[in-house]
């Protein structure tokens, strides 16, 4: 089994829901390491989560939403509005800035890790097309969130696509995949996906250098002018290049602000836990979790790592489509 290991910031393990943490158990965002099993450009290839005491976590389930108000990294209480607390996420980053692999939470495997995606027994990149180079913010999801495929939004009128609420994080630092952010959320897209709805949220990590400009999507318009005409456009046309249609969206792509994006959250959340209490069908998504202690699906730490370690990888360093990162498109208007 090859195995690459990668540590995070060190902090305590997590506490099952309802739990109080212990006293230093504060910077939660930097409570996680990962662990890389396989080869990056393999079918095989994953990055599990881990606490700081080495036991196996799933970044959709046992990672909480929202930040803890005692934190001492990112915002310090004192210095903080109560509604900045408020809008404080966890983000998991799955790809970062100006890559292509199209990697995501696995959200049909035990603990779900992180893979690149898969179709027709081929991994998926997102092509550059003129003038961006692969994804042009860090990607990622909001963990404990759910767009439900049975559920029908009522702004959109379609149903969700099945996955955690998707972050793009405007940021300008480039980030790790694996790593556990805060997020600010600033506004939120409506993408419709062949029929489903398919939101993305616009945030900036709280530790950038000029966070404390950003408070609401207006913003990103007045501080980073072109971004969210760029963002529309990519998330129109990144299809183009397999040979499906152009992407479409809600509210004709406007850009909706803060306020409706954490409403959205809201509810995204509470998709998320009818979804870990067995409440709705789930169908294939992987509900298997350390830290909901009261939910059906809830397994032990010596559960977890059994789950992991059944998991074989190949010794085999494959490699697949190495050109496709190299590729240009230029597409007409």
Known sequence: VSLLL???????????????????????????????????????YRVFFKNVAGHYISPFHDIPLKVDSKEENGIPTKKARNDEYENLFNMVVE?????????????????????????NGKLRY??????????????????????????????????????????????????SRGEVIHVKILGILGLIDEGET???????????????????IGDVKKFKPGYLEATLNWFRVYKVPEGKPENQFAFNGE???KAFALEVIKSTH??????????????????????????PFHCTQDEARSLVESVS?????????EDAEQAWYFLGK
């Open 126 to 175: 997102a092509a550059n097309i003129f003038l961006h180079k692969g994804y042009i913010w860090n990607y990622g999801a909001l963990p404990q969130t759910w767009e439900d495929p049975h559920q029908k939004d009522k702004s959109t009128n379609c149903c969700g696509d099945n996955d955690p609420i998707d972050v793009c994080e405007i940021g300008s630092k480039v980030l």
């Open 95 to 119: 790809v970062p800035r100006w890559t292509n692999a199209k990697m995501e939470i696995a959200t049909e495997e035990p603990l779900n890790p992180i893979k690149q995606d898969v179709k």
């Open 255 to 257: 850009f909706k602000n």
């Open 6 to 44: 990668r540590l995070r910031r060190p902090g305590p393990p997590p506490t099952c829901a309802g739990e109080r943490a212990p006293a230093r158990a504060a910077q939660r965002h930097a409570l996680y390491r990962t662990e890389e099993r396989g080869w990056p450009r393999s079918l095989v």
């Open 270 to 295: 509470e998709c998320w836990k009818a979804l870990l209490m067995k409440k709705c069908n789930g169908g294939a998504i992987n509900c298997t979790n350390v830290q909901v202690c009261d939910s």
């Open 198 to 216: 398919d939101w993305k949220l616009i945030a900036i990590n709280v530790n950038d250098p000029e966070a404390s400009k950003f408070h609401d």
């Open 313 to 321: 990888f190949s010794l085999n360093k494959e490699s697949d489509e």
